[in-house]
């Protein structure tokens, strides 16, 4: 097993690509921490997925409330442990540039960026200053290199998560904590069943593997870069996109 005593927190867990993140790493051997507005309604599969001892704990935490994401770090690793984390929550709130109230603007970068920020403030201090060892591993998405129209919000907040895992990857390096992202092309989640069927059907064809992503194809990225297989790997953006970008 990859993640064998190693202890991970994947913010967004109780659905879509957080759960399965949560899932392969419980398969994995790793005790997982997910936070959330409610717990996953696959709580039970959870607890089945998890190896002796392993456990799925789920914490109610809004990673843009700063105290809540203080009481959540604290709690988690008040046992002097936490090895992975996963910046997996985020949002879309799509709309053209020009019909854009600020509000649309600023909900996404709240979650998407200063979300991130926070946890990974909070995590990172005590990793590198307590622990000297750990991974953060950032959910960016393909958009965020690419750009997307409709999405300038969310392409915003994902090339700001980007630039921030790499000057964050620089300032933890000597006290060996790495910090990576993946970006996803386009999954199929409840974010994209938002899409119409013809919307689909066209990414569809524009993937060079021919079809779209699924959650466990980007859990597997992440397992890579929770564990000590990628140890040599920081500061790296890793696409899963059945090859959309090259
Ligand atoms: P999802 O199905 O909408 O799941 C996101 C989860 O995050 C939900 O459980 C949501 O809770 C939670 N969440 C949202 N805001 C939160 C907050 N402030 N505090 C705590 N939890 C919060 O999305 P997904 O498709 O799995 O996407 C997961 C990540 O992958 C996101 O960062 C997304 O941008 C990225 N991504 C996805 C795709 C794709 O094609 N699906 C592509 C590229 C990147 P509620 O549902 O209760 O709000």
Redesign the pocket.
């Known amino acids: 097993m990859l993640l064998e005593g190693k202890k991970i927190l994947v ?10 993140i949560v899932m392969k790493c419980l398969q994995e051997g790793a005790s997982v921490h997910y ?4 717990v ?1 309604p696959f709580q039970a599969e959870m607890d089945a997925a998890a190896i002796d001892g392993a456990e799925a704990v789920f914490h109610n ?5 700063e105290e809540q994401v203080k009481g959540l770090i604290k709690d988690i690793t008040a046992d002097g442990k936490l090895d992975v984390v996963v ?6 709130r799509d709309g053209m540039v020009f019909r854009m109230p600020l509000d649309q603007w600023e909900s996404v970068l ?3 960026l200063t ?2 920020f926070l946890v990974a403030r909070e995590a990172s201090s005590f990793m590198a200053l307590r622990q000297k060892s750990g991974s953060i591993i950032n ?5 965020g290199q690419t750009g997307n129209a409709g999405q300038t919000n ?1 392409s915003a ?2 090339a700001g998560l980007i630039g921030f895992t790499k000057s964050l990857a620089k300032e933890t390096a000597k006290r060996n904590v790495r910090v990576n992202a ?11 069943d938002k899409l119409s069927e013809e919307v689909r059907a066209e990414y569809a064809a524009s993937i060079p593997l021919g079809r ?2 699924d ?1 466990q194809d ?1 859990a597997n990225a992440v397992v890579y870069l929770a564990s000590d297989l990628s140890s040599y790997v920081t500061g790296q953006v890793l696409r899963v996109d059945g090859g959309m970008v090259m």
């Not at 936070?35 to 409610?38: A, K, L, P």
């Not at 959910?139 to 958009?143: G, H, N, T």
């Open positions: 913010t967004g867990g109780s659905r879509g690509i957080g759960k399965e936070c959330d507005f409610e996953s935490a809004n990673i843009t409330d910046n997996n929550a985020g949002i879309t709240k979650v998407n979300g991130a959910m960016a998405s393909i958009v969310y907040s994902k993946v970006a996803p092309g386009f999954i199929a989640t409840a974010m994209t779209l992503g959650a980007i």
